[in-house]
C-alpha cells in the first residue's frame, strides 16, 4: 500500500477537492489519511516538510501536489 | 463509471502528475483519458470550457483540478 495523505483546512476548495479528488484514489492501492491543518496545527511542520505550501494538497508516496488554491500553509499558522 | 479527464502538455510537473497522481484513481469506479494539449491544440477550448486554465488539471466529473503547475492554456495557444 502506498500512502495518501490529504491536507486541508476545510475550505470550500478543499472539500470539493476531497469529495472528487481523495476519494476517487484506489483504495485497494493507496491508503487515505485526511488530516484538517486548521484543527490539528502540530501537523503543519510535516506538511511543509513533504513540500506542501498551500492546501488542499495531496502527498502521494511523499511528493506532493497541490490541487487548486484553497489557502497558504502561512495563512493556517496565523 | 464517471469520466476522469487528464490535460497535459509533457512538461515534466505534467508528467509527474500523471505518473502519480492521474494512475492513482480507481479505474474501477472512473474512466480516464489523458489529453497532450501541445499535441492535440483542437481540444484546448474543450479543456477551458471545463474551467481549465492551466496544466497539468484533471477534469472529473465536469469539475477541474488544477494540480501544482506546469503551463497555463495561454501559452499553449501560442
Same mark, same amino acid.
Given at each position: 500500500?502506498?500512502?495518501?495523505? !490529504?491536507y ?6 478543499? /472539500? ?9 484514489? +484506489? ?7 485526511? /488530516? ?16 506542501? &505550501? ?10 506532493? !501536489?497541490?490541487?487548486? !488554491?484553497?489557502? &497558504?500553509?502561512? +495563512?493556517?499558522?496565523?
Amino acid at each position: 500500500m502506498t500512502n495518501a495523505t !490529504f491536507y486541508h483546512a476545510g475550505c470550500p476548495v478543499c /472539500v470539493a477537492a476531497e469529495q472528487q479528488l481523495a476519494q476517487a484514489l +484506489d483504495t485497494s492501492r493507496y491508503q487515505l489519511e485526511v /488530516v484538517h491543518l486548521g484543527q490539528e496545527k502540530q501537523r503543519i511542520s510535516e506538511a511543509e516538510t513533504a513540500g506542501v &505550501s498551500s492546501v488542499p494538497a495531496l502527498v502521494l508516496n511523499g511528493q506532493p !501536489f497541490h490541487i487548486n !488554491f484553497g489557502a &497558504s500553509i502561512a +495563512d493556517l499558522k496565523s
